[in-house]
């Protein structure tokens, strides 16, 4: 059972904001997973585990999370769990989630903008 502990709304890029969970794995453990990236592009959202990145001898960069499963099917669980998880949490605290902008119905003049 993953819980909601905090959510946290974002405004940057491709970022939507941040979620905090707790996942309890054998009683008494539990893990508390911080900065979960919650994003967006156009109508498609997805969450990412935290990561770090390495420079390689290459020049290339590599990142690697901070956090995983050591069985990755439980990762992509984890994280599909989330979608449900967060709609509900973020109801439940009032926090309004960001749309995706629809750019078919958006105004094609300056003077039809709302504002």
């Known amino acids: 059972m993953v819980e909601i502990i905090r959510y946290e709304s974002a405004n940057k890029n491709k970022t939507i904001g941040f ?3 707790r996942v309890p794995i054998v009683k008494p ?10 994003l ?3 109508d498609r959202r997805w969450f990412n585990l935290p990561s770090f990145s390495r420079e390689n001898p290459d020049g290339t960069i590599a990142y690697f999370k901070y956090f995983e499963f050591e069985t ?10 989330l979608n449900q998880k967060v709609r509900e ?26 504002f």
């Open 72 to 81: 990755q099917v439980y990762n992509g669980q984890l994280l599909e769990a």
């Open 40 to 42: 967006q592009s156009g």
């Open 29 to 38: 453990t539990v893990i508390v997973l911080r900065k979960i990236s919650h």
């Open 19 to 21: 979620v905090e969970v």
């Open 89 to 114: 949490y973020c109801k439940e605290q009032g926090i309004h989630e960001v749309e995706p902008m629809n750019l078919d119905t958006f105004p094609t003049s300056m003077d039809e903008l709302p």
